[in-house]
């Protein structure tokens, strides 16, 4: 949070291309929800102009009321134009439109001075009351800053040739450079705030997304979303699961032989490609239990039972693929066995601050044991995945095993996949 806080405390102008370009569309929805307004609000005051010429100065009205309908008539244009998606969600579009309304403004207050009494002196509040929306309407201070220039030098020139006194002339250029330094320091203030706000929200966001990746990253998609969506107790009964364990035989005894960084980078290469193997297979990672490794297919797919266990048994082919590969890479004398069995579990999330998502039921316990009674170096799944997998798959009998509190099962050897 420091970080973001010392970042976005830089006064910025302009971001770098592909940054500006997601900035100026970010606020243009509030940019033309602000002209929108303005112009409705625009549209109403003429009438009330026209209305206050002819009871205070119905001489002045030839002069005034065609421009007074032409600006009506121009911002009528613009707010039928935002209409448009295409030009609402351009803020290209966007700019011209308003530096154009700007403008406009200026020539229509040139034409009324052009033609009314003094008018070189009456109108020039007219200056100040538009300039004052400049800021709140533009993408960018260097947009304020043009378009306060086009105003200033369409007024300045219109009154040094519409006939104006040098007195005038005077009075005009004192108040449009005091409205516009007013203007464009108020840009500067507003440009300054919106870029520093939208930098903040970037950086929010890439946190969020951050966050959200390490969510998923020890979580299911599902379950993150329901975390995220404040959700307190998460357990979900999956009846038809298949569950995956596997366990690294001799490296304990291989362990005491390596130093501790050597033992990371030897389970962390393993693991890293069991994991590449999950995610493959779209079967989920639930844990590692010091050198095990725990999976588990079809929890929220109990429409497909036997996909999610042919998904299991793939697994686990792959990794022995890959796990023979890797001891020849690094020349250790390990050997790979798993256990895998299909049936009901409970899956949840536990814990408040340093929580796990975990699976409990008969089915883990059965899956463990078949995993640590497996003759090394094999695959031994319980007759429940058998008949789930189908014909496809070249299995072995291999007897019976007895599990406490169970009772006895008949095992299988996996050998092969459907060639």
């Given at each position: 949070m420091n970080r973001i806080a010392r970042r976005v405390t830089r006064q910025r102008l302009r971001f770098p291309p592909a940054q500006e370009a997601a900035y100026r569309h970010s606020v243009s929805g509030r940019i033309v929800q602000i002209l929108q307004v303005g112009g409705l609000a625009g549209m109403v005051a003429v009438p009330a102009f026209i209305s206050n010429d002819l009871l205070f100065d119905p001489d002045a009205v030839a002069n005034t009321l065609p421009v007074r309908l032409l600006v009506a008539a121009l911002i009528g244009a613009a707010l039928i134009a935002f209409r448009f998606r295409s030009i609402a969600a351009s803020p290209t579009a966007i700019a011209w439109i308003t530096c154009g309304l700007f403008v406009s403004f200026s020539l229509a207050l040139v034409f009324i001075q052009a033609g009314h009494a003094n008018g070189f002196l009456v109108t020039v509040p007219g200056y100040i009351q538009v300039m004052v929306f400049i800021p709140i309407v533009c993408f960018s201070f260097v947009q304020a800053l043009l378009t306060v220039i086009s105003m200033a030098l369409v007024g300045i020139l219109g009154a040094q040739f519409g006939g104006a006194t040098s007195i005038e002339v005077k009075n005009l250029i004192n108040w449009l450079g005091g409205s516009s330094a007013f203007a464009l320091g108020a840009a500067f203030i507003v440009d300054s705030a919106r870029r520093r706000s939208f930098e903040l929200e970037q950086e929010l966001s890439a946190e969020k997304a951050r966050v959200d990746q390490l969510l998923l990253n020890i979580l299911p998609e599902s379950i993150a979303e329901r975390l995220n969506n404040q959700e307190?107790?998460?357990?979900?009964?999956?009846?038809?699961?298949?569950?995956?364990?596997?366990?690294?035989?001799?490296?304990?005894?291989?362990?005491?032989?390596?130093?501790?960084?050597?033992?990371?980078?030897?389970?962390?290469?393993?693991?890293?490609?069991?994991?590449?193997?999950?995610?493959?297979?779209?079967?989920?990672?639930?844990?590692?239990?010091?050198?095990?490794?725990?999976?588990?297919?079809?929890?929220?797919?109990?429409?497909?039972?036997?996909?999610?266990?042919?998904?299991?048994?793939?697994?686990a082919l792959d990794m022995q693929v890959a796990f023979d590969q890797f001891r020849r890479e690094w020349k250790v004398e390990i050997d790979l066995r798993v256990g895998l069995h299909s049936g009901p579990v409970v899956a949840g999330v536990i814990g408040v601050r340093k929580f796990a998502f975990d699976l409990w039921g008969d089915t883990v316990n059965i899956a463990s044991r078949l995993e640590s009674g497996c003759p090394t170096g094999n695959i031994q799944i319980s007759h429940e995945t058998v008949d789930l997998i189908g014909p496809g798959y070249k299995v072995s009998h291999c007897g019976a095993i007895d599990i406490p509190g169970h009772r006895t099962r008949e095992t299988f050897l996996l050998l092969s996949g459907p060639a």
């Amino acid at each position: 949070m420091n970080r973001i806080a010392r970042r976005v405390t830089r006064q910025r102008l302009r971001f770098p291309p592909a940054q500006e370009a997601a900035y100026r569309h970010s606020v243009s929805g509030r940019i033309v929800q602000i002209l929108q307004v303005g112009g409705l609000a625009g549209m109403v005051a003429v009438p009330a102009f026209i209305s206050n010429d002819l009871l205070f100065d119905p001489d002045a009205v030839a002069n005034t009321l065609p421009v007074r309908l032409l600006v009506a008539a121009l911002i009528g244009a613009a707010l039928i134009a935002f209409r448009f998606r295409s030009i609402a969600a351009s803020p290209t579009a966007i700019a011209w439109i308003t530096c154009g309304l700007f403008v406009s403004f200026s020539l229509a207050l040139v034409f009324i001075q052009a033609g009314h009494a003094n008018g070189f002196l009456v109108t020039v509040p007219g200056y100040i009351q538009v300039m004052v929306f400049i800021p709140i309407v533009c993408f960018s201070f260097v947009q304020a800053l043009l378009t306060v220039i086009s105003m200033a030098l369409v007024g300045i020139l219109g009154a040094q040739f519409g006939g104006a006194t040098s007195i005038e002339v005077k009075n005009l250029i004192n108040w449009l450079g005091g409205s516009s330094a007013f203007a464009l320091g108020a840009a500067f203030i507003v440009d300054s705030a919106r870029r520093r706000s939208f930098e903040l929200e970037q950086e929010l966001s890439a946190e969020k997304a951050r966050v959200d990746q390490l969510l998923l990253n020890i979580l299911p998609e599902s379950i993150a979303e329901r975390l995220n969506n404040q959700e307190q107790r998460i357990a979900d009964y999956c009846p038809r699961a298949t569950v995956l364990f596997a366990d690294i035989v001799g490296f304990t005894t291989l362990a005491r032989n390596l130093r501790p960084g050597e033992v990371l980078d030897l389970l962390n290469d393993l693991f890293s490609q069991f994991d590449m193997l999950v995610e493959s297979h779209d079967v989920e990672k639930i844990k590692t239990i010091g050198d095990g490794y725990m999976a588990a297919s079809g929890l929220y797919q109990a429409d497909d039972p036997e996909k999610a266990a042919r998904a299991a048994c793939d697994l686990a082919l792959d990794m022995q693929v890959a796990f023979d590969q890797f001891r020849r890479e690094w020349k250790v004398e390990i050997d790979l066995r798993v256990g895998l069995h299909s049936g009901p579990v409970v899956a949840g999330v536990i814990g408040v601050r340093k929580f796990a998502f975990d699976l409990w039921g008969d089915t883990v316990n059965i899956a463990s044991r078949l995993e640590s009674g497996c003759p090394t170096g094999n695959i031994q799944i319980s007759h429940e995945t058998v008949d789930l997998i189908g014909p496809g798959y070249k299995v072995s009998h291999c007897g019976a095993i007895d599990i406490p509190g169970h009772r006895t099962r008949e095992t299988f050897l996996l050998l092969s996949g459907p060639a």
